[in-house]
């Protein structure tokens, strides 16, 4: 929940939009959120919990994923 006490929120700065644009590019998806995720979890190295867990694979084979 985005209320939760151990809830962080990356902030979209210039910076980062590049950062997810070249992992867009890299990872040949255009998904600009689906890249953001796995940028910020590799920031912060946590584990993603997700339904999408294909989509996120493919921009990151190695990210670790928990499906709910």
């Not at 255009?30 to 694979?57: C, I, N, P």
Request: proline share 3%; hydrophobic share 45%; charged share 25%.
């Amino acid at each position: 929940m985005i209320a939760s006490e151990t809830t962080s929120i990356d902030v979209l700065d210039g910076e980062t939009a590049k950062a997810i644009g070249i992992l867009c590019e890299r990872s040949g998806t255009s998904d600009v959120v689906d890249a953001s995720v796995v940028l910020s979890a590799r920031v912060h190295e946590a584990v993603v919990v997700t339904g999408d867990a294909a989509d996120l694979r493919r921009i990151d084979p190695t990210l670790a994923v928990a499906e709910p």
